[in-house]
């Protein structure tokens, strides 16, 4: 599969270190180089605004997908190339998933972090079968790895599941790892499932 549009999930807030801002400007000027499309959530605030602008100054090209509350408040930012507003967030992260070949996940909040998920278990579940990059900056995701590592170690999540996330702390090399990354058969995901499945005791 060819990588043209890649959804960047990231902070409503620039945080509390400077290495993130950059780390987002490196994003969005890289993808504009590579002549990636941004999609992300559409917000004139924080990460995401830095991303998208940046690419945009860059010459390249940036989606936002916002809510219809957001926009409503003015909050979708001006200088992007294309707005669609969805109704709810269950259709927000369906367009996200939908319009995407590929996804980057760089410091944010709980939104962020509902995103990484969604797209984890949407390709483990055979939904899509799409890369999904971690920008771990600072180390900022340090502790969700180490819970990842732990939900292994206690066989919650598969060594397959835990594998598909590609981690990085620079910008140019998750790319890279992304753009030449050889996703799985879908039916990998699945048939690992039924494994895990099978051992469930049964009356």
Not at 117 to 123: A, F, G
Not at 140 to 151: A, E, K, T
Not at 165 to 182: C, F, G, H, Q, T
């Amino acid at each position: 599969m060819t990588i043209k549009k890649i959804s960047v999930f990231c902070g409503a807030h620039l945080g509390k270190s400077p290495d993130y801002q950059i780390a987002a400007q490196q994003i969005g000027k890289i993808m504009a180089e590579k002549g990636l499309e941004v999609i992300f959530g559409g917000g004139n605030v924080g990460l995401m605004k830095v991303v998208a602008d940046t690419a945009i100054d860059n010459g390249g090209k940036a989606t936002g997908i916002t809510l219809k509350s957001l926009h409503e408040f003015e909050l979708t930012n001006p200088n992007i190339n294309e707005t669609i507003i969805t109704h709810s967030l269950f259709e927000r992260k369906e367009k996200f998933l939908d319009m995407s070949d590929a996804f980057i996940v760089l410091p944010g909040g709980v939104g962020s972090m509902d995103e990484l998920l969604e797209v984890m278990v949407s390709n483990q579940l055979g939904g899509i079968n799409k890369p999904v990059g971690l920008l771990n900056i600072n180390g900022y995701y340090d502790g969700f790895l180490s819970w990842l590592q732990h939900s292994v170690d206690e066989e919650f999540v598969s060594v397959e599941n835990q594998n598909q996330i590609l981690v990085s702390n620079d910008p140019k090399k998750l790319l890279d790892m992304i753009l030449s990354v050889e996703m799985p058969s879908p039916d990998t995901w699945i048939q690992r499932l039924n494994v895990d499945f099978s051992k469930i005791p049964k009356d």
